[in-house]
């Protein structure tokens, strides 16, 4: 079963930038929402961001709107989470998941295919 690799995670500082990166290269995997979520340390996994199937509705969590965002390379078929002036409490690992359905969602069993994670740790 074909499941996203995530990567660019890193360990930065706080206020730095990331990108990570979500290969959606299924034949056709790119019809579909793609979410992005994450898990602190000893809390539970809580959404970031959303982008609907054609890119024309996207959502965050209240805690990164105006630093994270979600786009989407329909050519590449690549989603990417762009987050600036990270804090310590931006850590955690970062998943990225595709939704059977085309509407964007930051609700996560609305989401059935799910990768690995990346690890993102912000110091102060």
């Known amino acids: 079963q074909w499941r996203p690799v995530e990567s660019g995670g890193d360990q930065v500082q706080a206020g730095e930038s990331l990108t990570l990166s979500c290969p959606v290269t299924?034949?056709?995997?790119?019809?579909?929402?793609v979410g992005w979520f994450r898990q602190a340390p000893g809390k539970e996994r809580e959404a970031v961001g959303t982008?609907?199937?054609?890119?024309?509705?996207?959502a965050y969590a209240d805690s990164v709107q105006g630093r994270f965002t979600v786009s989407r390379d329909r050519v590449k078929k690549i989603v990417y989470l762009q987050m600036n002036s990270l804090k310590p409490e931006d850590t955690g690992v970062y998943y990225c998941a595709v939704a059977p359905h085309p509407s964007a969602s930051l609700t996560a069993s609305d989401y059935d295919t799910w990768g690995q994670g990346t690890r993102v740790t912000v110091s102060s």
């Open positions: 982008i609907s199937r054609t890119g024309e509705t996207i």
């Open positions: 299924g034949a056709t995997l790119d019809l579909y929402a």
